[in-house]
């Protein structure tokens, strides 16, 4: 299949491995440049330098195609190609603001790169950048550096991206839509045809707008999604006041009402990851400098740093004193699917049942290494589900791994020293578990469970 446009994709993070291998997928000569030697190496030998579904056959893949290769050579990656991605992280400073060191580093690369180059090239940053930045900082360095001018000599755009950690490469090939904050007219051309020739008849709607509205919709769409857990997550602090309340039959009520729907409304132990944290945080800093106190966006933040505290105090409820108990938890990842514990809510968990005195056995079927990096000793580690809960006196539920959803009551029973479960994450039946095992979970009235499930059940007929 004849492809218009080279394409080369600066800083092999989540974003841009996933990018780049997507392109690839679909028949583009894509050049990836990476700053860690080591990364570019695994990278060349089909290894992923982080755990994702399906990445390493794809990229194994794209290698064996020759349309594929990752560099620590910026500079021969953009004169290569036509288009190129920035997807550099952007970390959090200490304060909760954006670093934007990396795009900085990436754009003067970039720009000295297209000093040697006479043909046009557009630009694009898909990293998660505050408003402004693509116009007020990567075009002045861009400039600066190639000594062209923007618009005429080379291009540039801002183009978020959506993906998820877990579903990666089908989110890139399958998005709802296409943010492009173009800078001009021709540079928003050419990323729309690009990406019209990509998807093809796949292609979702487009939305062509300025950078700083492409950067803001970034922000709000995380944002709206973090606000989004808070609120399930509040109305579950409700019903576990309510005899008989159940918070999954709630967000199941409200999911079907067109204007709210269905999805982020799972209660639980609170979000986590490299994005919802960091970009709330970094929007609610960006605000202030605005001179505007965003307080839902503060409350949504506080919500969030006090629901990994429920698993401890709903521990305490099962176990009275923690001191001494061995305490089983299941799920170390900040979500199914990934190796990644940034920010993953089983750090606080953990870190507050040791300095409760409790003994912490954990097991996670992909994170085990970020664990041990985490924890070292101060825990101890397990190798199945099963081996983590022998001889506990509690578990609690942290990450919702399809593996887990198969444990069944008598797993508990034969398995721990008494058989106690916090479901963190609402994957299991309240009914039957509550019925054999002592049983609590987030966003259940702790009054009686077991009739409280069957008065659900009753009103479901
Ligand atoms: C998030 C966004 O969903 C992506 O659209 C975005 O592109 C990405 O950030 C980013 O900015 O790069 P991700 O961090 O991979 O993606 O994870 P999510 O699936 O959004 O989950 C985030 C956290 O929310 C997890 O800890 C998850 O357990 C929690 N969550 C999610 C809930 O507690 N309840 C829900 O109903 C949904």
Redesign the pocket.
């Known amino acids: 299949m004849l492809r218009s446009y080279r394409i080369s994709v600066i800083g092999m993070g ?2 841009g491995l996933c990018t780049a291998i997507a392109f690839a997928s679909k028949g583009y000569t894509v050049i990836a440049s990476e700053m860690d030697a080591e990364k570019v190496d695994k990278i060349n030998r089909g290894i992923s330098p982080f755990y994702e579904p399906g990445l390493n056959e794809a990229l194994t893949e794209a290698l064996r195609s020759g349309r594929f290769k990752c560099t620590s050579n910026t500079e021969m990656a953009v004169l290569d190609t036509d288009i190129t991605f920035i997807t550099v992280g952007t970390p959090s400073k200490p304060d909760g603001s954006i670093d934007l060191h990396y795009v900085k580093e990436s754009a003067k690369e970039v720009g000295s790169a297209l000093s040697h180059k006479d043909s046009y090239h557009l630009v694009v940053v898909k990293s ?1 950048v505050i408003p402004g930045t693509t116009e007020n900082m990567v075009k002045p360095i861009l400039e600066e550096t190639s000594g062209k001018v923007c618009g005429a000599d080379f291009g540039l755009c801002a183009n ?9 490469l089908y ?1 890139t090939l399958n998005p709802d839509r296409i943010i492009i904050g173009e800078y001009d007219k021709r540079s928003g051309d050419i990323l729309e045809a690009f990406y019209k020739e990509f998807y093809a008849e796949k292609t979702p709607p487009i939305i062509r707008t300025t950078p700083v509205n492409a950067e803001l919709i ?1 922000y709000a ?2 944002a709206f ?2 606000t ?2 808070s609120f ?2 509040t109305i579950a602090n409700i019903c576990e006041r309510i005899p008989g309340a159940d918070v999954t039959i709630v ?1 199941k009520g409200i999911g079907l009402d067109k204007r709210i729907g269905p ?14 944290p ?2 709330l945080r970094a929007l609610i800093q960006y605000s202030k400098t605005l001179g505007y106190e965003p307080k839902l966006l503060e409350a949504v933040e506080d919500v969030n740093k006090h ?1 990994p505290q429920r698993a401890i105090e709903l521990c305490r409820k099962l176990l009275g004193e923690l001191k001494g108990r061995r305490i089983a938890v299941l799920g170390l990842a ?3 699917n ?1 190796d ?1 514990m940034r ?3 089983s750090i606080a968990i953990i870190r507050q049942l040791l300095e409760e005195g409790a003994e912490v056995v954990a097991y996670d079927p992909a994170a085990m290494p970020n664990a041990k990096a985490i924890f070292k000793d101060s825990i101890k580690y397990a190798n199945s589900a099963i081996e983590c809960l022998r001889d506990a006196d509690c578990c609690i539920l942290v ?2 791994w399809d593996e887990f959803k198969k444990l069944k009551p008598e797993d508990f029973i034969q398995n721990m020293r008494r058989p106690i479960l916090l479901d963190g ?1 609402r994957i299991f039946d309240p009914k039957e578990f509550s019925q054999k095992i002592k049983f609590m979970a987030i966003g259940l009235g702790i009054g009686n469970p077991e009739k409280a499930e069957e008065k659900n059940l009753q009103y479901q007929k």
């Open positions: 989540y974003v998660t978020p991206e959506f993906l998820r950690e877990g579903s990666a989110d970034k769409n995380n999604l973090a989004k857990i399930i997550n967000a999805l982020f409304l799972n209660a639980g132990l609170g979000y986590g990851g490299s994005c919802l960091k970009d629901q900040f979500k199914p990934t990644d920010e993953a809510p990450t919702e994450r």
